[in-house]
């Protein structure tokens, strides 16, 4: 699901796109099993199993210390999205008031008389100003704070080349986009809200598309998995399921971090199924077919393609807001900033603040329509691999970076997957309902 956050991001703090165009949202480190006490399992029928004591026998595992690392981390995301959201108000004041974004304008106008270059100068002039605004707040977020928390294995330097990376892609294909969005403005001055919608969605689309061959090579290396059982087990899931792919990718995730990743990415012929080498090296057999049932969930069950019209609809809502608020603050400060209208680019800043206030405001709303999404992936996960444990087992490492049991209400709205205690019960409880089942089995 990053596909969509990117499109977001592109238009409210585009610094931060790289990340987004990255795999799907990762696991955590593996605690090795011999070190981890095994849950009873004693229950011979459904009337005799404990769903709620099976779920806390798993969620004991984690010590205090552990888990008290874990929420002061999570719990710190909380304040990184308001202060993140404040912060990037700021940098769009800056940019406004000070003439900043006006400046950028008028030296692309200097360079050429073609609006659409003009569009582009001035697009790869704002990424790059609020790359450079955002640095300290990123480097906090990105770097230092994963080192302190011990989820990250990058040298300064490889994040440096990776941030540098991703900068570069959202002046490449950030500014195509913005070109082509004030293409819109400029050849529909009344209903470019809504051909806008469509522009936004093709972009989402075609970034789903080009992301796994020519995008997330660019911050790390694919190869084929090699045979074995693993590939094997693998390849027979997918064919169980109805999913046309013939071989699996290893990425080498570990050089970035100590998490596990798996995904299913990429429309028609990229269609490709992906595990990092964390995953490879640190969960066993079972978790990996509990990921990969789950990552299969999100493609069978036509995930992306549910959420384009839903998407739509949020994008439709939010250019009528921008419409509507562009249109009234323009008529108080637009004099006093330099900008012409809605088809002057100098006016950038000042549409990413109004929508990054859109989508602050409906970060509730998103996360639960993502949430209810990873929901029923792992269901089918479940229902797919049949390893029930497995899948709890890798649902207890989220515990690594995320609160494992928040209450009701910050699940709402900070959470776009369910939390640890949620997946963990939900695999209990499939579980009970097939104990015949999974003691028959081989």
């Known amino acids: 699901m990053r596909a969509l956050r990117s499109l977001m991001l592109v238009l409210a703090f585009p610094v931060l796109c790289a990340s987004a165009l990255r795999a799907d949202e990762p696991a955590v480190p593996a605690t090795p099993a011999d070190t981890a006490p095994a849950v009873a399992a004693t229950a011979s029928t459904p009337a005799d199993f404990d769903v709620e004591a099976a779920t806390r026998a798993y969620l004991s595992r984690v010590s205090p210390a552990d888990k008290e690392r874990s929420d002061s981390y999570f719990e710190g995301g909380y304040w990184l999205q308001l ?17 900043l974004s006006v400046r950028i304008r008028n030296a692309a106008e200097r360079v050429t008389g073609l609006r659409p270059v003009q569009t582009f100068l001035y697009a790869a002039g704002y990424f790059i100003a609020t790359a450079l605004l955002t640095l300290p707040l990123t480097v906090y977020e990105g770097y230092w704070r994963e080192h302190a928390y011990g989820l990250s294995n990058m040298t300064f330097r490889g994040w440096l080349r990776d941030y540098a990376v991703g900068l570069g892609l959202s002046v490449a294909l950030g500014g195509l986009f913005i070109v082509l969005l004030y293409w819109v403005f400029r050849k529909a001055p009344r209903t470019w809200w809504i051909w806008g919608t469509a522009v936004a969605l093709v972009g989402l689309l075609f970034l789903a598309l080009i992301s796994p061959v020519y995008i997330a090579p660019l911050f790390n290396k694919y190869k084929p998995l090699g045979e074995g059982p693993i590939k094997a087990g693998i390849l027979s899931l997918a064919r169980a399921n109805g999913i046309p792919a013939d071989n699996v990718y290893e990425v080498d995730a570990s050089k970035q ?13 990229t269609l490709r199924i992906t595990l990092n080498d964390n995953l490879l090296a640190r969960v066993k057999p079972d978790g990996i077919q509990a990921v990969m049932g ?15 019209p839903i998407f739509a609809l949020i994008i439709l809502i939010g250019f009528g807001f921008l419409r509507w608020a562009f249109d009234r603050v323009l ?4 004099t006093r900033w330099g900008i012409r209208g809605i088809s002057d680019p100098a006016g950038l ?23 209810t999404n990873e929901a029923e992936a792992d269901i089918f996960g479940l229902n797919a691999s049949r390893q029930p444990d497995g899948f709890a087992e890798v649902a207890l490492l989220l515990g690594e970076y995320r609160k494992l049991e928040p209450t009701p209400l910050e699940e709402w709205i900070f959470f776009d997957h369910p939390s640890g205690r949620s997946r963990i019960l939900m695999a209990m ?5 097939h104990l015949k089942d999974l003691a028959a089995a081989p």
């Open 294 to 308: 789950h990552e299969m969930g999100h493609y069978v069950l036509n995930h992306v393609y549910e959420f384009i």
């Open 429 to 433: 409880k499939w579980k009970k309902e």
């Open 83 to 99: 202060w993140g959201f404040l912060y990037g108000l700021g940098v769009a004041w800056i940019l406004l008031a000070r003439g």
């Open 257 to 269: 971090s100590k998490r596990v990743s798996a995904n299913v990415s990429g429309l028609g012929s």
């Open 331 to 334: 008529s108080r400060y637009g």
């Open 349 to 371: 800043p000042l549409l990413a603040a109004i929508l990054s206030v859109y989508f602050f405001v409906l970060t509730p709303i998103i996360n639960t329509e993502v949430r």
